[in-house]
């Protein structure tokens, strides 16, 4: 399993978002439960600059997991290595840099 080894830039957004299923009953009541022993995975909106002569590197890496593949990544908040797959991505061309903003969700193996 292949590494993403950019640096994210400071300010990356973390949404939690449990998984769980709900059966309602009727007369306003429901039954819930997580969905699943893993129902709270992590979303991550990380933002890499990079310069523009290496933003091809990580774009080929991004397209090569082709947004179903899992890669590993160190999450910097708390220096974990996760699995995450990136379903989307955009790159803003500035000049001699590049910035590249991409949608990590975390998965199990």
């Given at each position: 399993m292949e590494t993403f080894h950019w640096k994210v830039s400071p300010g990356m957004q973390v949404t939690d978002e449990p998984a769980v299923l709900t059966v309602k009953l009727g007369d306003?009541?429901?039954?819930?439960?997580?969905?699943?022993?893993?129902?709270?995975?992590?979303?991550?909106?990380?933002?890499?600059?990079?310069?523009?002569?290496?933003?091809?590197?990580?774009?080929?890496?991004?397209?090569?997991?082709?947004?179903?593949?899992?890669?590993?990544?160190?999450?910097?908040?708390?220096?974990?290595?996760?699995c995450v797959v990136c379903r989307k991505w955009s790159t803003v061309v500035n000049g001699a840099y590049s910035t590249v903003t991409c949608e990590f969700e975390q998965v199990m193996r």
């Amino acid at each position: 399993m292949e590494t993403f080894h950019w640096k994210v830039s400071p300010g990356m957004q973390v949404t939690d978002e449990p998984a769980v299923l709900t059966v309602k009953l009727g007369d306003g009541y429901e039954q819930r439960r997580a969905a699943g022993i893993n129902s709270l995975l992590k979303k991550y909106s990380v933002t890499v600059n990079v310069r523009r002569r290496h933003v091809s590197a990580l774009e080929d890496f991004l397209a090569r997991h082709g947004g179903w593949k899992a890669f590993q990544w160190r999450e910097p908040q708390t220096f974990r290595t996760i699995c995450v797959v990136c379903r989307k991505w955009s790159t803003v061309v500035n000049g001699a840099y590049s910035t590249v903003t991409c949608e990590f969700e975390q998965v199990m193996r």
